[in-house]
DNA sequence: ACCTGAACACCGTTCAAGT
DNA sequence: ACCTGAACACCGTTCAAGT
């Protein structure tokens, strides 16, 4: 055995991500194992840790690459340079968009945990400063004379209140009493957090 | 072996619940395995399944004891029954504090997803219902003359966001650039949410 | 009736051995 | 240099066998 050379490193890293990506969005984060990507790609489990650390590794990767799609979709959202009131609501409906197109992608973000001590490499970081910043940039663009740390901070507390919205809309098990989507829920809040916010 | 008869039924569930409880609160969900319970228990891996239907069943009764930890906080905040405005800000800061303290536990809640097709059981939902409520009550105190649907979904939107604070907060892969405080981001998110809402 | 412990099918990770 | 497959220490779950 041994020795095939069918694909190069990198060529083998991108389709061990195709087909972890394949496993999430099928069966969820918990459905994907180191052996059933091997499987899927025809090779066997050791090949796997010439490629990756560890699947924590691997699941980091995916997840980086899960990031860039998304960012794809949220400049895109405000390619076209909407006035800010408007670009923040494209910015939010894209994201929920997206989480409800990728759910499993989506999702395996932020349930995915690295083990205690270990921190996501600074490319990870990097990409979500990167997208953050999409939102700063449109509230910086709606008031001007605010301070940078107070457009900050604001920034913060939309975006996560968007992204609490979307996380408790998909649990089922916290879905509210009230049949609201998701897009309803997060108009509402941005339209009360906006209006608050500029006066 | 066989027949010890040194605990009755609720006393083995009670002490494997603990158990459980004690594996997450040190090494989180994650670290919680069922043969780790019953070593911390002094029993055998088989003798779980006469208590549970399996791991999903006793962290879904896990989860509906942390439920009620926190809904006996966040009711102990708003016992002696302040105005409104101030209620919801207590709410708010209940729910961050028990997230500070509990924090394995609180997160169990949002991390554990049961098979795809089983849900959770009618007692895990009427005990988020009943969480719910409590903000929604104060909404209505606040608001008396709004429709009661408007109230559920202003109910819904601040909740969530709230939520989505502290879940970004605690989750080092998303923390923001600026140091701020889930704190210092809530009370903003909720002033200038609450501006909107009541003006 | 209660509880054990072996068995089964999984898991992540390592590494000597083969080409 | 690349890749295999057996080995190890784990998992959840079942169930015949013991008291």
């Given at each position: 055995?041994g ?6 490193r ?28 091997v ?45 800010p ?28 945990r ?5 921190a ?11 997208m ?56 509402w ?11």
């Amino acid at each position: 055995m041994g020795r095939r050379n069918t694909h190069t490193r990198e060529e083998l890293r991108e389709i061990a991500l195709q087909a972890a990506e394949e496993l999430v969005q099928a069966q969820g984060l918990s459905g994907l194992s180191a052996r059933k990507v091997v499987n899927r790609i025809g090779y066997t489990v050791g090949s796997l840790y010439m490629i990756f650390n560890n699947i924590d590794d691997l699941i980091v990767q995916m997840n980086e690459r899960t990031l860039d799609r998304l960012y794809g979709m949220l400049s895109a959202a405000v390619a076209d340079q909407p006035p800010p009131a408007t670009a923040i609501r494209a910015l939010a409906q894209a994201y929920i968009s997206f989480a409800l197109t990728e759910t499993q992608c989506w999702l395996a973000i932020y349930q995915h945990r690295l083990p205690k001590g270990e921190a996501v490499p600074d490319s990870f970081t990097e990409k979500v400063t990167r997208m953050f910043e999409l939102v700063q940039q449109q509230l910086t663009l709606l008031c001007p004379r605010r301070r940078p740390e107070e457009v900050a901070l604001a920034a913060r507390a939309l975006w996560s209140g968007i992204h609490g919205v979307c996380i408790l809309g998909f649990d089922q098990k916290l879905e509210a009493v009230g049949g609201r989507s998701i897009q309803e829920v997060t108009e509402w809040l941005l339209d009360n957090y906006l209006t608050g916010f500029t006066q």
